[in-house]
């Protein structure tokens, strides 16, 4: 889900393009050229509001631990209720964890991911007074006329609802 590190597979894929078939590296060269500065001017408005935001509101909040790169790449600091691929999800022990470092840092907002049950996050919020921002997409993209057909896409969907959601919930402390 990185947007900096799909800039850096796409010269990868470029690379292995080019040196598998040279006679077309101009092309590869275009179409990666291309590629990079689409992800690029799409994330660019979006960091910028990001960067808007005061710095104690910028957190990321999910049911499960799979945005830490992009977390990173946005400069956004992370908590989740269950790390990536858990046994157990949603536990009390998880919900009363992340309650009670919402609740301290008086986060803004709470997320879930496309693939999961929203009920967790959704208990955190309503438990917090955090808006519920809505639902993330980490690693799955829908079908071609589905909300995230595209990476492109994926990454637009999912940085605006974090940037929408954490505005709609901006707290004082």
Do not use: C
Request: glycine share 6%; charged share 25%; hydrophobic share 35%.
């Amino acid at each position: 889900m990185s947007p900096d590190n799909a800039l850096i597979y796409v010269d990868n894929i470029r690379d292995a393009f080019i040196k598998y078939d040279p006679a077309n590296a101009q092309t590869y060269q275009r179409n990666a050229d291309t590629y990079k500065a689409k992800i690029t001017q799409t994330l660019a408005p979006l960091r910028k509001q990001i960067a808007e935001l005061p710095e104690n509101q910028r957190w990321m909040v999910t049911s499960e631990g799979a945005f830490s790169y992009l977390a990173r790449d946005l400069g956004l600091k992370e908590l989740y209720l269950w790390p990536i691929n858990a046994d157990q999800q949603g536990t009390p022990q998880q919900v009363r964890k992340v309650v009670d470092i919402v609740k301290k840092n008086h986060i803004p907002a709470v997320f879930s991911e496309s693939t999961i049950s929203d009920k967790p996050a959704r208990q955190v919020a309503r438990e917090t007074g955090a808006h519920y921002g809505g639902v993330l997409y980490v690693d799955s993209l829908s079908t071609e006329n589905g909300p995230v057909p595209t990476y492109i896409d994926l990454l637009k969907v999912t940085t605006s609802t974090l940037v929408q959601g954490i505005k709609a919930g901006k707290r004082e402390k």
